[in-house]
């Protein structure tokens, strides 16, 4: 355990303090809010102290809309923009990140001469807010291009054929924040129960593009590190905190309360090392049946891979209706890139004139 004198400790003898100075006629309420309440120490806690809690939590889909509906009422909408759709599109996100969409989808279509905020402007920045901004003016070279392309169509055919996956929202192959594409979802509701089958589609969506990567090249890339990084996270968290690994039954074998090894606390294992192994097993053979299972979705759809990867090259962004129609075995028509840009190079160069 850390010293009694450094400043967290301070701090709760001095708060001790002030509140023990209080007589019950004091008419004084104290009032503390906190993100980690894990760690409070129980001096603070107990009754006679702050012995009230009010959990608040993010706000469902119901919330977001009208948390929406506030803030939107500063600026003007097109009649096609749906804020229910928009929430649905925003799980997880704070009441502040949702004013910001609106403010981030203002400035953006007033910096586009627009007469109103479009649902595109909506949705680009909810992008912005969750994953940085778009980087359209990098130069990328030819072949990380079509190893993006080919790595985020593989996260999009198997988000759109693995049963029990979120449905997909949309794919892009231009670079954001860290990350050189992106793949979309949707998810239908709020997500408080997670399901096997859910969190097998999760980590099999995970591996959609390292699976496509190793088939179309015969090669690896360091980008699927994330895709790797959330898909054992998901393993470890079925296995060892709920208990649907079936070697091991239903068995917590990590902390109680989610917490890792931060403020003192002992990180020392309640099980033995033959469990530890078992664990080890365990967590592997969920990764791997999640790896297999997409390889046999992208294999046997290998066509509708190469269709998704070569609208990209070539559109940049496919939304959920366009892939659709892909793994349909339709075709796109709509402008490229390449004709948006000289469509307004031609529009500037006609108003010079």
Not at 136 to 162: M, P
Not at 295 to 301: L, V, Y
Not at 306 to 314: C, G, H, Q
Not at 335 to 353: I, R, S, W
């Amino acid at each position: 355990m850390s010293g009694g004198h450094d400043e967290r400790e301070q701090t709760l003898n001095a708060i001790l303090v002030e509140m023990d100075g209080f007589d019950t006629n004091d008419q004084v309420i104290v009032i503390a809010a906190t993100n980690r309440a894990d760690i409070l120490d129980q001096a603070l806690t107990r009754p006679g102290r702050f012995d009230r809690q009010i959990i608040v939590p993010l706000p469902d889909i119901k919330g977001r809309t009208e948390i929406l509906m506030v803030h939107a009422k500063k600026v003007k909408l097109s009649p096609s923009v749906n804020l229910e759709r928009v929430a649905r599109q925003t799980p997880m996100f704070s009441g502040a990140e949702l004013a910001a969409i609106i403010n981030e989808a203002a400035i953006g279509a007033t910096m586009a001469n627009k007469d109103f905020v479009e649902m595109a402007d909506l949705e680009e920045a909810r992008d912005k807010i969750r994953w940085g901004r778009a980087k359209k003016s990098r130069v990328i070279d030819k072949h990380d291009k079509e190893l993006t392309a080919y790595h985020e169509a593989g996260h999009t055919l198997v988000q759109s054929l693995a049963e029990g996956a979120d449905p997909l929202h949309k794919v892009s192959i231009i670079p954001r924040g860290p990350m050189g594409g992106a793949t979309f979802s949707l998810p239908e509701k709020d997500r408080t129960h997670y399901t096997r089958k859910y969190c097998m589609a999760y980590m099999q969506v995970c591996f959609g593009g390292r699976v496509a990567e190793e088939m179309v090249f015969n090669d690896l890339s360091s980008g699927a590190s994330a895709d790797i990084m959330q898909a054992t996270s998901m393993a470890k968290t079925m296995v060892m905190n709920w208990g649907m690994s079936t070697k091991l039954g239903p068995i917590n074998y990590g902390d109680p309360e989610g917490r890792d090894m931060v403020y003192g606390m002992s990180t020392e294992k309640s099980y033995s090392e033959a469990t530890a192994e078992t664990i080890d097993s365990e967590i592997k053979a969920f990764t791997d049946k999640a790896y297999n299972l997409s390889k046999q979705i992208i294999e046997a759809n290998r066509d509708k891979l190469e269709a998704i990867a070569s609208a990209l090259l070539k559109y940049e962004t496919l939304d959920a209706e366009e892939v659709k129609s892909l793994l349909a075995g339709g075709s796109l028509e709509k402008p490229t890139v390449g004709d948006l840009l000289a469509a307004e190079q031609q529009k500037t160069e006609t108003g010079n004139q």
